[in-house]
């Protein structure tokens, strides 16, 4: 009898002793089109962020990605949609900050942000900052403020969504100033922003990722930035702390979820098909210096934490201040 060769007999044992994953009932992985849910308007700085990362995804899982914009609540509609989803790994998550309000600020939630919703990918994030159209009165925080004592609630400001942190970061410094500031809650970033460079509204406050477009245009002036450090971008603006409200920070940021009980392996691998996406150079550029965020791409553990301080920080402001879901 004719003898096999050594690696053909290693072959056939391996195969032998290790079920397919067909055999052991679960189907292959991405299995077709995978949709990635945006819970909010298109334009937004979360639309962006997701339709600047699906060409490097398809390209890596080899399938067609969808990204699918279902607005409404504060993002809680969409986000709700992916914690019923099966858990299948085709159906994913990307989010913004407010996703950390959502518990203080409708306690009647269909969902649990983490029984239902499994972390996958802390992408990045970008300080908020305050702008007006170049028309307006105001050059500097403190002309806002001085406007706002002369008219009482006649200063109004327009944010992505009722209960954002920019939402939330202006009441906080409204209350530091003594003032009351009207609040125009906006169903997307693209709405928020379209009014203000119309002039619409006295002044917007927005991701510096979702001001970036109209500050470097003209078509809108920064007032007032709410990261560490001044952005190289905007070297002439005061971050809060030298505006005179010490403490007060305020960034943006994008997670991806999956819904609970994702098998792990998919979970772990498409965080790594969302790094190498944003990792591509042309993507890096337009999200660092374009959008002027910076990367962060944690994974799961460290997106877990991240988001029980969130919703610590952010639940405190919502419950002391009133603040309701519109």
């Not at 002793?17 to 089109?33: C, I, K, N, T």
């Not at 900050?97 to 649990?112: E, G, I, N, R, T």
């Not at 009441?171 to 609040?183: C, D, F, M, T, Y």
């Not at 119309?198 to 007032?223: E, K, W």
Request: aromatic share 6%; glycine share 10%.
């Amino acid at each position: 009898m004719k003898a096999w060769p050594r690696r053909a007999v290693l072959a056939a044992l391996a195969g032998s002793s290790v079920p397919s994953a067909r055999a052991q009932g679960q189907e292959p992985w991405p299995s077709g089109p995978i949709r990635v849910v945006v819970p909010f308007a298109p334009g937004g700085s979360t639309d962006a962020v997701a339709r600047l990362a699906a060409p490097g995804l398809q390209q890596t899982l080899g399938v067609p990605i969808v990204v699918e914009n279902r607005s409404g609540a504060a993002g809680s509609l969409g986000t709700d949609a992916v914690a019923k989803a099966r858990p299948d790994g085709q159906t994913w998550l990307l989010t913004f900050d407010s996703h950390a309000v959502l518990p203080a600020l409708m306690p009647q939630l269909p969902f649990d942000l983490r029984r239902d919703l499994a972390p996958v990918t802390l992408i990045g994030g970008a300080p908020y900052v305050a702008a007006c159209k170049p028309d307006k009165p105001y050059r500097t925080m403190a002309d806002v403020v001085s406007a706002a004592k002369a008219r009482p609630n006649g200063v109004s400001f327009a944010s992505t969504g009722n209960g954002t942190l920019g939402h939330l970061a202006m009441v906080l410094l409204g209350n530091r100033a003594g003032v009351r500031l009207q609040h125009l809650a906006y169903r997307g970033g693209g709405l928020a922003v379209n009014d203000a460079v119309a002039g619409h509204v006295d002044m917007m406050i927005g991701s510096a990722a979702l001001l970036a477009p109209q500050v470097a245009a003209g078509t809108l002036r920064p007032l007032l930035q709410l990261g560490a450090e001044r952005l190289p971008a905007l070297a002439q603006v005061p971050t809060a702390e030298e505006g005179g409200f010490p403490g007060l920070r305020a960034e943006a940021w994008w997670g991806v979820f999956a819904p609970a009980r994702t098998p792990a392996p998919v979970v772990a691998r498409f965080h790594e098909a969302l790094g190498a996406a944003f990792r591509e150079e042309r993507v890096a550029r337009q999200i660092t210096e374009a959008q002027q965020a910076r990367l962060v791409l944690a994974g799961a553990d460290e997106l877990g934490r991240f988001l029980d301080r969130e919703v610590e920080t952010w639940g405190k402001v919502v419950r002391e201040n009133g603040i309701q879901a519109d």
